[in-house]
């Protein structure tokens, strides 16, 4: 059924006859094959086992809650690690107790063979409204539930258009986000009393944006995407847009109201941040200490951390940072201690120091020639050290090309909003400049 009256987004703001009926919705943003954060901020980090457990209680307190995911559990298809990381991802996913998983551009790129195995495999209810046939990919097209005395159905898209992973999307077996949620959405208002879309949509704004474009067909729209923190709900000319970013950093909380003709007549929505001291699940817990296990393996065995012979984009090769010492004594000891120095050790503080996604920015000139290769073979490479910051140094003094200056974009390849979402620039170079 439409919604008549006007949404509350914090607490209801609008007071009609008693309700009918409360409806519980638990949703999670795009996980992005991310199982644990880096951890390099401390504000809302994610990890998977943290969710779980959020997830647990909100299903103690909430018993009759339906649990949602926005979809994009895989990370993009980059290497050996991001298939084994796909791997632990639906393995986790089969412990979550999720009711409905949409299908995100990002899981549709692996093919329906692989996609089917979410069903299959991993006993996922996955569904899709986008695809022409959902059987080759093995999803439903929809999904309706019942829950306190109400017929729920759920529709859900992606955006094509919006997809960064590697290469293309096959368009053959895509139907049109907009007229695909249209389709489904008329066709549930026959048989459910709420409809919910779940849109992986891109920003807050393109959800915004997309939700208008359905105009008012569907009751709700749970929708997730982006990177950032955000905080809320978004309203689409009454339609409520409940979103939470990408990474799974929160665990989100929808409660809808509905009057005894099933309409719904308000709405209250609250992200709850994934913290670094949220509790942990131990369930989801064993699944990690095994993929970090299997994960250490295989970086043994591929050589992921072995340096390639890559020439630097500046054309010379890493020297180390104690080869700066000699003739910069007084830059080299204000460098010493800052952060960037022990980045390396922060890695086997936490167990991380083998993990190739998380050793790039904590070492000097990983993936070229002179860069880091391990701590064994290359202790001077360790941590952020001058060259991170300046480029290589062999050749200097003396060298004619000049050294690169400082400048934020160089900053962001590591302190990127993904990671560092608190980064600012101006702010940050104060603590390390010399």
Known sequence: MRTKTVLAFTLAAFVCAVPAAELTIIYTGPTDGILQDCGCNELAVGGVAARAAIMKQLKSKYPDAIVVDVGDILPPQESPQTELKATYALKIYSLLDYDA????????????????????RYGLNVFSSVIKEPDKYGVTPHI???????????????????????????????IDPKDAAKKSLKELDKETDVQILIAHAGTPNQCRVFAKKLGGLADVVVAGGGYGLVHGGLDADGTHVAFSPSRGRYVGLLNIETDEKGEVISVTDELIP?????PRDDGVLEYMEEYYVNLRKLVNEESLLAAPEAPTPEGFDYVGSSGCAACHAAPY?????????????????????????????????????????????????????????????????????????????????CHTEQNSPDFIYYEYIELVKH
């Not at 994934?274 to 949220?278: D, E, F, V």
């Not at 000139?365 to 073979?377: T, W």
């Open 101 to 120: 998983v949409n299908l995100g551009d990002g899981d549709f790129a692996y093919g329906p063979v692989y996609v089917a195995e979410f069903r299959n």
């Open 144 to 174: 309706i539930l019942e829950r306190s005395g109400l017929a729920v159905g759920f529709v859900g898209t992606f955006h094509a258009d919006l997809y960064d992973g590697p290469g293309e999307l096959p368009g053959d077996d895509i």
């Open 274 to 278: 994934i913290t670094l001291g949220a």
């Open 333 to 413: 000891e204000q460098w010493s201690n800052t952060g960037h120095a022990y980045a390396y050790e922060t890695l086997a503080e936490v167990g991380r120091w083998f993990d190739p996604e998380c050793v790039s920015c904590h070492v000097t000139g990983y993936g070229y020639a002179g860069g880091f290769a391990s701590a064994e073979e290359t202790p001077g490479r360790t941590g952020v050290g001058c060259e991170s910051c300046h480029g290589p140094g062999a050749g200097h003094p003396g060298r004619a090309t000049p050294f690169s200056p400082v400048t934020e974009e160089r900053c962001l390849k």
